[in-house]
């Protein structure tokens, strides 16, 4: 299994976290709904490809399963945003 960091982990590295928190509001990039859409994209073009690598198999059942923890992750993700975002409210207030 890979230990390294991932490549968006290394670009990560060379921009500040205020510049890239400043790209996200400016060009609206917490938007929980597209993101699903195009991980559900991605995770079908993902299964249709395996058709032409050898001994790799497209199925149904493969794409249904993974698009669902998709969803079922990001919908973590969003009620944990959710329950910071309320935290942080209560402690402004």
Not at 45 to 61: N, V
Not at 84 to 90: C, T
Request: charged content about 20%; proline content about 2%; overall charge positive.
């Amino acid at each position: 299994m890979y230990a390294g960091k991932l490549c968006f982990a290394q670009l990560m590295e060379f921009l500040p976290r205020h510049e890239f928190n400043a790209c996200v509001r400016r060009y609206d990039g917490d938007r929980r709904l597209l993101t699903a859409a195009i991980a559900v994209a991605m995770i079908g073009l993902i299964e249709i490809l395996q058709f032409w690598a050898p001994g790799r198999h497209a199925r149904l059942e493969d794409f249904v399963v993974d698009a669902l923890a998709a969803c079922a992750g990001l919908a973590i993700a969003a009620g944990v945003g959710w329950v910071v975002g309320r935290s942080r409210q209560a402690k402004v207030s």
